[in-house]
């Protein structure tokens, strides 16, 4: 096999390396099928960790003077937390692509930033 991760022969389901003792095996979770492999072979798979994530690794943010592609608007929008005239405009696709673009602003002079779905 040289070190390559196998399919099962039964089933076409990948194959998961099992240490019986000494014995390295290849294993079928789908139908069972077992086969004896090489150490090599069974280092070939890597195990990967799930990493959690938190309520925080969501938030996206967005930390630049000014964001790529935004324009200014005077005197349309005003700001709701210092009210000045004056805010920077954007538009990204946040959410699925059947949905609106989101449309986000920023103060210039506090740089608070918020947004509105269309």
Do not use: N
């Amino acid at each position: 096999m040289s070190g390559r991760i196998k399919f099962c022969p039964r089933c076409g389901s990948i194959m998961y390396p099992k240490r019986d003792g000494a014995r390295y095996l290849l294993v079928c979770k789908s139908c069972g099928y077992s086969e004896e492999a090489s150490r090599e072979d069974h280092q070939a798979y890597r195990m990967r960790v799930t990493v959690e994530k938190g309520p925080r690794d969501k938030i996206v943010v967005i930390d630049d003077e000014t964001p790529v592609g935004a324009q200014v608007l005077k005197g349309s929008v005003t700001c709701p937390k210092c009210g000045h005239d004056e805010v920077y405009f954007w538009m990204m696709q946040t959410r699925s692509a059947d949905e609106p673009m989101t449309r986000f602003y920023r103060c210039k002079r506090c740089r608070y930033t918020w947004r509105e779905y269309a």
